[in-house]
């Protein structure tokens, strides 16, 4: 037995087809078959019922398949701990980062990171929250971008800066002329989300009190995908919807009868943390990572000190207690 051969059947677990698993081994289906049929005679158990049309894993095969994943996570945080030994700012650094942040605010770090970190080679991965966290516990990421609280035991949370919300409206609106738009304006007007899992659909709900009245309608079922085409939805007059501050230099918000709006109220943001495992070696390239970040934002944002982030903390630490 050995590494290859747990990382096979970890494979075939997850996808549970011998072609896919053995396309992400970059093997042959035949040499991946083998090498797990090898294994479950030297081990003298049955780790997969095979069928015609399904791969199941066996009781036992999940007792092993618990273990190989503890095995696997182990080696790679040798490997990681040799690698930071070497040098904590080179090799690979892999990062997982929400959609609606991604765009605006990785192409501000990554010149400054290629001229401050030239070893340091960051892989990046865009997904949605629930999504990204699972990845970052199975040792598939190392550290993730998102805009949502995080409470887990097994992570640390560095939050980084807070982004304000501005308001995307059709200028055909009765509140145009206001000079201020107020929480209440918010709680009257048609507000376009995105789709079901992602975290500013939420953020939205919460700022603009839609749990607090039915969703029924049309307005109920027009979701989007994508920032873009929330404001496409929006220059169309069907409704109004919230930009995220880092957006608005990359989208297309201004003209074809979208109008812009800050919001002046208190609960109009969202902070963007940076999340890891408590147990990643190489936290000297995060620590990198993170004042990049806060080095290169815009104006729009309001970037976290470190002194803030040591109360919060800190503040995280006595609320436990």
């Known amino acids: 037995m050995n590494l290859r051969d747990l990382k096979y059947i970890i494979a075939l677990a997850e996808t549970q087809h011998f072609g896919k698993a053995a396309d992400r081994c970059f093997v042959s289906q035949p040499t991946l078959s083998g090498q797990i049929k090898k294994l479950e005679e030297e081990l003298g158990v049955i780790i997969f019922e095979r069928t015609n049309r399904s791969v199941k894993v066996t009781p036992i095969g999940k007792e092993i398949l618990e273990h190989a994943q503890q095995i696997m996570e182990q080696s790679d945080v040798i490997r990681q701990l040799a690698l930071a030994h ?3 700012l080179s090799g690979p650094l892999r990062i997982g980062v929400i959609p609606t942040l991604s765009p605006y605010l990785m192409p501000l770090i990554l010149l400054p990171l290629k001229d401050q970190y030239p070893q340091m080679k960051l892989i990046l991965s865009e997904e949605m929250t ?9 040792h598939e990421i190392d550290a993730a971008f998102i805009a949502t609280a995080v409470d887990d035991d097994a992570f640390d949370v560095v939050p980084l800066f807070d ?6 409206h059709p200028d055909e609106q009765p509140f145009y002329l206001k000079d201020k738009i107020t929480q209440d304006d918010l709680n009257d007007m048609d507000l376009l989300l995105l789709a079901e899992g992602h975290c500013l659909a939420e953020q939205t709900m919460d700022i603009c009190h839609l749990n607090d009245r039915s969703q029924q309608g049309e307005m109920a079922d027009l979701r989007a995908s994508s920032l873009e085409t929330l404001l496409q939805l929006v220059a169309a007059g069907f409704g ?8 608005l230099n990359r989208l297309s918000v201004r003209g074809d009868g979208i109008v812009i709006r800050k919001l002046e109220l208190n609960n109009a943001y969202r902070r963007i943390s940076m999340v890891f495992r408590k147990s990643y070696p190489r936290k000297l390239a995060l620590n990198a990572l993170s004042k990049l970040v806060i080095e290169n934002l815009p104006d729009s944002v309001k970037p976290l000190s470190s002194n803030k982030r040591k109360k919060t903390a800190a503040r995280k630490v006595k609320d436990s207690t």
Do not use: G, I, K, Y
């Open 86 to 88: 070497q040098d904590p």
């Open 130 to 138: 629930d999504v990204v966290l699972e990845r970052l516990h199975n």
């Open 163 to 168: 982004e304000p919300f501005w308001l995307a």
């Open 240 to 247: 109004s919807t919230l930009v995220p501050a880092l957006a």
